[in-house]
């Protein structure tokens, strides 16, 4: 589907793989507000999910399916009937549909997971991507470890894929343990040998075990690649996936090494950056290419005297390519609804007239407690004013005494299935005894695997943004609230994330649902 010779497609799988990362897991709502903004990038390929996985991840691709109209949108199978079946059935609303099915083909893999013989896992190969071309039209064929499997082994499965009607083969370096002079040897070495790699187009999909990825993807295009598979942020299985915004503004600022280009509007790539780390609760780090908050950023003298006399001596891409604007003062406490919803539009969130309100409500409490509200903060409250699905735990009152001198105590008033409740606990700091207070009222078998508090903004009197990661037999789950209070957005935090695990309880979602990368 390469445009041109030197197009270079972007296979978005933030929603599929991304999703995989520990405690990245979203709900319908949010992989919506991930897909929109995805179609806003104008990315040529949306991997939605994985619709055998459960029938959330189901829902999650039929939906996004029926929503998206501009992108090319794929849900994944492995080589089973059962699973191509699901995928086509979760597809049917899509303008543009892809089957992207896959099996593993290292001698490792045959032999330790799928316990299989070559002859059988080729078998597997034609079956599959002939049963899932009675579906669609597009249908892509990944051999899972490719990057280790045998050579002979991989080109015959290569050609018995397109032979069966695979227009894409993507080439999986799963465990990120590729270079970048080999894998684009493996490029170079399939389009050599493959008699009829010409009939399809060469995609890769790179993890980020080495920290190789983006390198490993960039060496595979030079190579003769023209898809690549990526996600927002890098996020994905262990150590990650390529970032799409570094392959992206590498191809486009060093054209003169690349000379491909893509589609992508990259003016979208910080709004998309930002929020995704809301919805997951996947803070970016400072000094992360292209997003983080350092990257265009300068605090040696030496630098900064070079920018005053021309921005070039020390920035290769300007901030305005990635969409990122100068934070300033955007909004006072005089301010009203409608100019707070012009500047969210601005900012990329429309939001309905009830979510609104809300975050009119919260805005004007922030303005009353700050003296500066950036869009940093309305990005933030824009994130809570998003309610949680089937919300059952709601904070209603929280007070808390602390010291040098005396263990912690707080007092928690919830609403629980509407009936408020009270719990005083000790612990030993403050955030030990909300969390305390509020297991006590609503008791189960999860625990707590994270805790995270980073600052919205700048300042004494900024937000602070909470993230908790809770675990309940297999199932992560993931809440995300802002506030002045750092207690209050780490109690609403912690509530939040209760709310998914209960919606997860209620759907029958299964624990982490291990899949090809």
Known sequence: MAKSADHVVIFDTTLRDGEQSPGCSMNL???????????????????AGFPAASNGDFEAVQAVAGSVKDSIICGLARASRRD?????????????ARIHTFISTSALHMKHKLQLEPEEVHALVVDSVTYARNF????????????????DFLCRCVE?????????????????????????DLISMLRNRVPNIDKAVLSVHCHNDLGLAVANSLAAISA????????INGIGERAGNAAMEEIVMALRTRKDAMVYETSVATRHITRASRLLAQVTGFSVQPNKAVVGANAFAHESGIHQDGMLKH???????TPESVGLTKSSLVLGKHSGRAALSAKLRELGIDLGANQLNDVFVRFKELADKKKEV?????????????AAEDERVALVDLALRCGTEEDAQAAVTLRIDGVEQSKELTGTGPVDAVFKGISALVPGDYRLELFQVSAVTGGTDAQADVTVRLEENGRSVTGHAADTDTMVAAARAYITALNRLFTKRQRGVPPAFAAQG
């Open 84 to 96: 191509i079946e699901r995928a086509a059935e979760a597809l049917k609303q899509a303008k543009s």
């Open 374 to 386: 950036f869009e940093e903060d309305l990005l933030a409250l824009a994130d809570v004013g998003v």
């Open 136 to 151: 669609a039209e597009d249908v892509e064929w990944s051999p899972e470890d490719g990057s280790r499997t045998d050579h």
């Open 160 to 184: 018995s894929a397109i032979d069966a009607g695979a227009s894409t083969i993507n080439i999986p370096d799963t465990v990120g343990y590729a270079i970048p002079s080999e894998f684009a």
């Open 224 to 231: 003769g690649a023209r898809q690549v598979e990526c996600t």
């Open 311 to 317: 921005s070039e001596t020390y920035e290769i891409m």
């Open 29 to 47: 709502e949010e992989k919506l507000r991930v897909a929109e903004v995805l179609s806003h990038l104008n990315v040529d390929v949306i991997e």
